[in-house]
């Protein structure tokens, strides 16, 4: 099946089915978020527009890219988070690419944001649930990121059903430059097992779908049926 691999400067219309990819490191963290507890997501197109979300609601917890900074319960680094206990909570999220990947295709009718954490669940998904070409939404150094790219196209291959190694993909990412700049600390708000939980395939058996909801872009997990081997 001929999938679309696109930056996000690249996006021109509406694509029917869109999978926004940003492995390092919001949809890792997204994942673990709600593994957490976190029952939903909402994507905030801009740090203010985050804090004023969290403050506008009781209860509501915010999240960005960075160092920590005041207003913000948590940053976007999935060993920091894997701790947490936000059992019901909603968490605001706003990061440098992923949540601004999924805002620019939110109108979509099928949105899902993935990483390897949830990549087999995602293929899943998209055999059950979608007919068609995918638009991939590769967030990382506009379109370039070679972890995003191997991601999705890891999900575009196990889609098509047969025995896809993971091993090639995984690699990829591991010697991507956004994994050294990870591991050498170039990225704030960073833990030192981050790439780790970054790489982990399958970690979870869920995927992670974006809805327009009363006008706030909100990312669910969405359960998926056991994983057969053939996308392991």
Same mark, same amino acid.
């Given at each position: ?11 021109? *219309?509406?694509? @029917? ?19 957490? +507890?976190?029952? @939903?997501? !909402?994507?905030?197109? =801009? ?6 979300? /969290? ?8 999240? /960005? $890219?960075?160092?920590?900074?005041? *207003?913000? $319960?948590?940053? &976007? ?18 990061? =440098? ?9 939110? &109108? ?29 939404? !590769? ?8 972890? $995003? ?24 990412? @591991? ?8 591991? +050498?600390?170039? @990225? ?13 395939? $399958? ?30």
């Amino acid at each position: 099946m001929d999938h679309h691999f696109v930056g996000i400067p690249e996006l021109t *219309g509406v694509p @029917r089915v869109a999978v926004v990819i940003d492995v390092m490191r919001a949809f890792t963290v997204a994942a673990w978020a709600f593994s957490r +507890g976190v029952e @939903r997501i !909402v994507l905030a197109s =801009t740090e203010s527009e985050a804090l004023a979300l /969290k403050e506008s609601r009781s209860g509501w917890l915010a999240l /960005k $890219d960075g160092a920590p900074a005041a *207003g913000f $319960d948590a940053v &976007n680094s999935p060993g920091l988070l894997r701790s947490c206990d936000f059992a019901g909570r909603t968490l605001v999220q706003k990061t =440098t690419a992923g949540t601004v990947g999924a805002l620019a295709v939110a &109108n979509a009718p099928l949105v899902l944001c993935a990483s390897f954490v949830v990549a087999g669940p995602t293929a899943l998904f998209l055999q059950t649930k979608a007919s068609g070409p995918v638009t991939f939404v !590769v967030t990382g150094e506009g379109g370039q990121a070679d972890e $995003d790219l191997a991601c999705a196209e890891y999900i575009g291959q196990s889609m098509a059903g047969g025995d896809v190694e993971a091993a090639p993909y995984i690699h990829r990412a @591991r010697t991507s430059r956004a994994a050294a700049d990870l591991a +050498g600390g170039l @990225r704030s708000g960073y833990h030192p097992d981050d790439v780790d939980l970054c790489l982990e395939i $399958d970690r979870f058996s869920f995927a992670m779908m974006a809805r327009q909801e009363e006008s706030l872009t909100v990312l669910r997990p969405v359960a998926v049926p056991d994983i057969p081997s053939s996308i392991r």
